[in-house]
Structure formats: C-alpha cells, structure tokens
C-alpha cells in the first residue's frame, strides 16, 4: 500500500513525519547552508530503512519532488526541496564497529563526529571529511577528501558495500560481488542512484596523530603554496593536510594584536607515530617564520571538531571547486592575489593533495572521474550575516574564474554550487558516460535528481525480474 497524504505516511513509518503545520516544521526544514529557505510539503525523520523505502514509494507514486539529506551539509542545499518530500536521515547514526575484519558499518544519517568516535575507541580511522558535522553518506557518495586521503585514499575507496534504496522502493545490496554495476556507480556519483540506509567501511589503524595549523605572513604566500607542491609530491602518505588562505580568529594560539589580519596558512596531518610526526613537521618551520601555530599529538576525532566553529549550522555559504593537476607559478601568482581577499573568518581556498594512495586506484575501478589530479581545489565563501551575500558570491566567481585556465573544467561534485548543473560531464570525466547508463538502469524517471545530476540514458531500464531480487541481509 502506497501512502497518499502526510497523514496516512504517519501510520505507515515509524519515525515523525513533519507537515507545515506541525511543531518543528522550520527546524526539520533547514539544511546547513542559510542562504537555502525551502519549504518542503512533508520531512520524514526515518527511523529505519523501512521508513525509507515507504517514503520513496510515497514520493514516486504520487509524483512528488524527493530530497534526500544525510549530514545536510550540500552548499546547494540538496537535502531540501520546495513543495516535495524530504526523507532526512539525521535519526539513523547507529555505527557498528568490527575490529577483527577492520570495518564499520554506519547508517545513512551518521555524521563524522559520530562515525571518528565510535572507531577511534578500537584506535582505527578511515578517511572522511574535515569538519566533524558533514554527513559520510553524501560526502563519501561524491569522493571524500581529508587529512587521510594520502595514506588511506578518498572515503569511497574505503567503502565495502551499501544498503540501498532504489527508486523502485526495493533495498539492494552494492558491492563488489553484489549488483556491482551499482556499486560503481555509488563510489562517485553522488546522490542519484537510491538512499544509502547504511554504508560499511573498510578501516585503518588511526589513534593519536600530530596535528595543527600553522601561520605564515601572508607575503610568504607564494612561497607556501610553492614549497607545498614540491613536498607534497613525494612526502610519505603520512602526511596529510592542506595549504590555505586563513584569517586569524580570535584564538588563545593567535596573538591578540594579529586577530583579524590574513595569514597564509598550512594545516598538516601526520597520521603515523606521533614522535615521528614532530620530526615531520621541522620542514613547515623551514619555508618561513612560523607567526602562530597549535600543533602537537592529538585524538583523530578531536582534529575533526576542530574547525567546526568556523562553519556553525545555519552560516550562509557560496563555493566552486576544480580539480588541479600542476600547481604552476602563474596559478600560484592568481592565488596569492585573490587567496589574500578572502572576504572572513569563514572564507577560504583549501588545496586539497588527492595523490598518494588515491592514485593506487584505477581511474575507471570507481565512478569518481579524475585520479589524473593533484589536488582537489574548493574556494567558499561563507558568513552569518546576509548582507555579506554579494560580495562573498562575486569573491569566490572571482577567484574561480581567474584561476579557471589553470585548473580542469572538472570539479569535485561536492564542492559544487547550484549553478554548476551544467558541469556534470565535465566534473565525472571520463567516466560521465557509463554513469549515464547505470543511472538508466537504476532510476530511468529520475526520481534521485536533487543532486549534481546524471541525466539517465533512457534504453537502459532493469527487467522485473533483476529488480524483484530479495537482497541477502548484510552487517
Ligand atoms: C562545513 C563543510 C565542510 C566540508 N568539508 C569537507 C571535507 O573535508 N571533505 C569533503 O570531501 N567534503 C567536504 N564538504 C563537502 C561535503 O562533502 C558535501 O557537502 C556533502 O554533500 C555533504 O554530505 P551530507 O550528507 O552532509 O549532505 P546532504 O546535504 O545531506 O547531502 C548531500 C548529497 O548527498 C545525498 N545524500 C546524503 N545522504 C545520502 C544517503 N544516505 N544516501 C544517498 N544519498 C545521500 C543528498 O541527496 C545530496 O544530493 C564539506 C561541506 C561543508 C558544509
């Protein structure tokens, strides 16, 4: 039976279901960017993967607009909609850990925070992001880049398998061995192939690590940048980290007369033993006076709250992102112009390293499009007050543009905007194509479509008989 109203949806799940009228509409309506202000007809907190599937169901047959959110973190707001439904995972965090074959399975709402604390007690780790209230689902479904990515590879590359919904409102199995195509497609393709309901992990041993940022004079800048790119090309895949455009918040590290000013920073992570860290991190000290720094041996989940109070949920965002293969002088002279405007505390430009065991991979063993890359380049622009908005946007289209001829037409999907749909082709590479077909495969009407959309092929749809398959449980 297929719900027809929000009401007869609330006698058919178990978790709330939240219409315009109910308490707590505008809370379960909001996403973590606060420039998006949508309204939703009806948000469907699931309390389990049953909750999902009916609320696809409820969606497709009755020919609603479908958002999906996990962390809620998309910058284009992908985990809300206007006049549809949104199924919002933020209920379905549960994490299960097994030491012996050094894997987690979380569900599809789990953030990193939740995901870090719950390994880091077995002292492993698998790459994720860098900021501890982004969601693993969405950002693993895109790539997944962080201070691990070196040693460890994207978070796709770590993903074992996945519980998914399919816009039929049927649960399958992905991985290698089960519906493979579709396991693929997940490791890159974003959002558009079904809800993950829970995603295993493959983890690596990850305790303490030596950590910290560290800020140089923003005349050093080039210098910085110049230095990273050389180092990062052979450091060991200990290191993690990135270079970037950072103003001084007012921090107790930070003297308090260069609160405010624009420092040129790198935050590096070394990932092995501590002690050998500390050793590592002589070269930083090297390029330049070190102006502040935090560094020292810290818990891997702790690294990942550290910069959570830059990006506090309801800030207003605008980003762009491209992938970089050669950092050469000339990109390096356009970062130091713009990198040095960043508009506040908030707005950055990270370069992301995606080389070391991201290169492991084969550029088709996973749909995500550019292993050819050095770095995964995003530029945001992010601040509470809205009337920031349009100085922040022209900022970041700015530096986006000029240093557009010395970085790939491609960009990593998550580090997207709204007004990128048109990049599709270019951000999934040579990989688009086949994408194309799966997503034909697994959603012909594409009803996964708020997302950095893969318009389906149209030949392409499973038989009855593939999709009446009962998946075998998994975890
Ligand atoms: C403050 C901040 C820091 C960030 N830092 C990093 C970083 O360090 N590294 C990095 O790689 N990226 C980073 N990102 C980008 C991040 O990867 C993307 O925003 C990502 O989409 C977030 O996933 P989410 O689940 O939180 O978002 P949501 O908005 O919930 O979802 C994003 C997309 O994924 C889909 N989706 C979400 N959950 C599921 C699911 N369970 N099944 C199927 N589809 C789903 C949604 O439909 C949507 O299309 C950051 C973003 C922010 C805002």
Same mark, same amino acid.
Not at 90 to 93: E, I
Not at 414 to 419: G, H, L, Q
């Given at each position: 039976m297929t719900a027809k109203t929000p009401s007869e949806l609330r006698d058919l799940v178990r978790g709330e279901v939240i219409a315009p009228e109910d308490d707590g509409y505008d809370d379960a309506r909001k996403v973590h960017n606060g420039m998006i202000d949508k309204r939703p007809a009806v948000v469907v907190r699931a309390a389990n993967a049953g909750d999902v599937m009916t609320t696809v169901r409820y969606a497709r047959d009755n020919g609603l607009e479908l958002a999906v959110r996990g962390g809620g973190h998309s910058g284009p707001g992908f985990g809300t909609c206007d006049g549809g439904v949104v199924i919002d995972l933020? +209920?379905?965090?549960g994490v299960r850990v097994d030491p012996r074959a050094k894997t987690a399975r979380a569900e599809g709402g789990t953030t990193w925070g939740d995901f870090n604390a719950a390994t880091h007690a077995f002292g492993l780790a698998t790459t994720g992001g &860098?900021?501890?209230?982004?969601?693993?689902a969405g950002l693993t479904l895109g790539g997944g880049v962080g201070y691990l990515t070196r040693g460890c590879g994207l978070s796709l590359d770590n993903l074992v398998s996945a519980d998914v919904v399919t816009a039929d409102g049927e649960m399958v199995v992905a991985s290698e061995t089960e519906n493979p195509d579709l396991f693929w497609a997940l490791r890159g393709g974003g959002g558009n192939f079904g809800v993950c309901t829970s995603l295993e992990y493959r983890l690596h041993p990850v305790g303490t690590v030596y950590w910290g940022p560290m800020f140089y004079e923003i005349e050093e800048a080039g210098k910085i940048l110049k230095f990273f790119d050389e180092y990062i090309e052979? @450091? #060991?895949?200990e290191m993690g980290g990135f270079p970037a455009f950072q103003i001084a918040p007012p921090l107790p590290f930070i003297p308090e007369n260069r609160h405010g000013d624009m420092f040129a920073a790198i935050v590096a992570c070394w990932s092995g033993d501590p002690e050998e860290g500390a050793r590592q991190f002589k070269v930083f000290h090297d390029i330049a006076e070190v102006k502040a720094e935090h560094v020292g041996p810290v818990p891997y989940p702790a690294i990942n709250g550290a910069f959570d109070g830059l990006f506090p949920t309801g800030i207003r965002q605008y980003w762009k992102g491209n992938f970089v293969k050669e950092l050469t002088d000339e990109a390096i002279a356009v970062h130091v112009e713009h990198g040095a405007k960043a508009p506040s505390v908030s707005s950055t430009m990270h370069l992301y390293p995606v080389n070391g065991a991201c290169?492991? /991979? @084969? #550029? !088709? @063993?996973?749909? *995500?499009? $550019?292993?050819?890359?050095?770095y995964s380049m995003v530029i945001i622009a992010a601040s509470d007050n809205p009337a920031d908005d349009a100085a922040n946007t022209a900022w970041v289209r700015g530096y986006s543009d000029a240093i557009a001829p010395y970085?790939?037409? =491609? =960009? *990593? &999907?998550? %580090?997207?905007? @709204? !007004?990128? +749909?048109?990049r599709s082709k270019a951000n999934f590479g040579a990989n688009h194509d086949r994408l194309v077909r799966i997503k034909g495969r697994y959603d012909p009407e594409n009803l %996964? $479509? /708020?997302?950095q959309n893969i318009a389906p092929a149209k030949s392409e749809r499973r038989s009855a008989e593939d999709r009446a398959k009962v998946p075998e449980p998994t975890g």
């Open positions: 933020s +209920a379905m965090r &860098i900021i501890s209230t982004t969601g693993i052979t @450091a #060991p895949r290169k492991d /991979v @084969a #550029p !088709d @063993a996973t749909a *995500y499009g $550019h292993r050819d890359a050095k970085s790939e037409t =491609g =960009g *990593y &999907i998550n %580090f997207m905007d @709204a !007004d990128d +749909a048109g %996964f $479509h /708020v997302n």
